[in-house]
């Protein structure tokens, strides 16, 4: 899995357009081999990346779960010490 995309269920409040947005256009750019697509591939590459995005959407709005929301600035400081221990 591309280290760039990060989790985006379950948390407090709720992941934004934006975080979605990102992770597809992450997921596109790992899946392509391409960081940024040449113009003759620009409308396939924003077309992939507005389904992904679609289909992370509707993913999330469909998963069921009994766990209590995450919260972001613990995940983060979690994520910044794993860093930390691993990289020094």
């Known amino acids: 899995m591309c280290r760039n995309i990060k989790v985006l269920y379950n948390f407090k409040p709720p992941a934004t357009k934006e975080e ?3 992770a597809a256009q992450q997921y596109v750019r790992k899946v392509s081999g391409f960081a940024k697509p040449s113009a003759a591939n620009l409308k396939a590459f924003d077309a992939a990346i507005k389904e992904v995005a679609r289909a992370t959407s509707a993913l999330l709005g469909s998963l069921i779960t009994e766990a209590s929301p995450r919260d972001r ?3 983060a400081a979690r994520a910044h010490a794993r860093a930390v221990q691993r990289f020094g």
């Open 20 to 22: 979605i947005q990102a």
């Open 73 to 75: 600035e613990i995940e």
